[in-house]
């Protein structure tokens, strides 16, 4: 069902105690979900009465969750479906069931995988007027690709924004996390500017200082050894890993190099990864070493972090890595890569391709930038600052104040 933008605006006094509801689909471990948990006790601690509603009550990241903070796994008497995708599918009448039931003062859909499901799951409850629902645009729209003429879409990507922007039109308030995708959100799904704001992704720049003296936590990193490249995220089709094991390859024929990949899971994605590394010839010189809860212990003593994502948003993990004072090496992929790191701060190549990455790894490896230039550039986007423009726009809607109206001061930082 699609509303009209004065059916999404229109709100009247709740009635429930929960202020603010966080909804993601589990506490796996992934950037989605660090953000959630740091916004659920910055909320918190501002007064809110803040929950975290799951799908499924599971994930790495459970034991992080502040005091104060409830996790509620929404009621679901459907027997659980394979897959997450599928399993999304068939939570969206529990999950509406539990909307209208609670009516929080303010739904947060947290990530993208959430959002269509969040979208219906409101539609079925009624749209309850005492809830405000949000959501959080991390990654690029459908068919978007960073530096390209996009002014006549083709007929599959026209459809694929076609259903990418049903999960945004029931939303009061989107918030995306850099200037790249307010723009595709804007032009390309259509959405009013009035419900858009930008809030770009924070690293911890002070609690990353305060393991600067960490000892090397694999022997590869360790001083006299062959420069490491580092891939960090999880194994799935959007981190390409495929791609930077091709582009290792192409790399390591041209000086000593080793390369390790941080992150969980599935067994089939790790053998996959392993069976190409060793078609390759490269098999000794690679590591898959799994979830690292602190991967920024890794980025201290790597030569370079590569990213070979075909979407991202305002990557975690490169702040990280430059708050660390590691090197990024990174495909251009949309929608922020090339709003953090522009030409100063990373090389940042144009073409997805294995031999275009591996020049880009040579490059960062013969030329690093100074890493108290790129901790500099990590402290324009302190976590801190990220937090209480959150808690701030949480505050807003929770009064029923008009998105139009709420202002998210200093939200761009230098341009790179």
Request: with cysteine.
């Amino acid at each position: 069902m699609l509303f009209t933008r004065a059916e999404i605006m229109t709100r009247s006094p709740r009635k429930s105690p929960v202020d603010l509801a966080l909804l993601v689909y589990d506490l796996r471990a992934s950037g989605v979900v660090r953000n959630l948990i740091a916004l659920a006790g910055m909320a918190a601690r501002r007064g809110l009465q803040v929950e975290i509603w799951v799908i499924r009550n599971r994930g790495h990241m459970a034991g992080s969750v502040p005091d104060g903070v409830s996790v509620v796994e929404v009621p679901n008497q459907t027997i659980f479906v394979p897959g997450r995708t599928l399993d999304l599918v068939a939570s969206v009448l529990p999950l509406s069931s539990f909307i209208r039931t609670r009516q929080p003062g303010v739904l947060f859909s947290a990530g993208n995988q959430i959002h269509m499901t969040a979208s219906l799951a409101f539609a079925l409850a009624g749209r309850p007027p005492g809830t405000r629902f949000a959501g959080r645009a991390s990654i690029s729209v459908l068919g978007a690709r960073t530096g390209v003429d996009d002014s006549q879409p083709s007929l599959l990507t026209r459809l694929l924004r076609s259903v990418d922007r049903l999960q945004y039109r029931g939303m009061h308030c989107v918030v995306s996390v850099s200037e790249e995708l307010h723009g595709q959100l804007e032009r390309q799904l259509l959405i009013e500017p009035e419900r858009l704001l930008v809030i770009p992704n924070g690293v911890d720049t002070k609690t990353i200082n305060r393991t600067r003296d960490i000892a090397p936590p694999h022997p590869w990193l360790a001083s006299g050894q062959p420069p490491v490249v580092l891939g960090v995220g999880r194994l799935v089709r959007q981190k390409n890993f495929p791609l930077l094991l091709k582009a290792f390859a192409r790399a390591r024929t041209r000086r000593p190099l080793r390369l390790i990949i941080l992150g969980h899971g599935t067994l089939q994605a790790r053998r996959s990864l392993a069976a190409l590394a060793d078609s390759l010839g490269i098999a000794a010189d690679v590591a898959l070493c799994g979830f690292q809860p602190n991967p920024e212990h890794w980025m201290r003593h790597a030569a370079t972090l590569a990213v070979s994502s075909r979407r991202e948003g305002s990557s975690n993990v490169v702040l990280e890595a430059l708050a660390c004072g590691c090197p990024v090496t990174a495909v251009a992929c949309p929608t922020g890569i090339v709003e953090v790191l522009g030409s100063r701060y990373g090389t940042v190549v144009k073409d997805d391709n294995a031999e275009s990455l591996a020049a880009g790894i040579l490059a960062t490896l013969a030329n690093p930038p100074a890493p108290a230039e790129l901790m500099s550039r990590a402290r324009q986007y302190d976590r801190r600052m990220m937090l209480e423009r959150y808690a701030g726009v949480f505050e807003a809607l929770v009064r029923g104040e008009d998105v139009g109206k709420i202002v998210v001061a200093d939200t761009a930082p230098l341009a790179a």
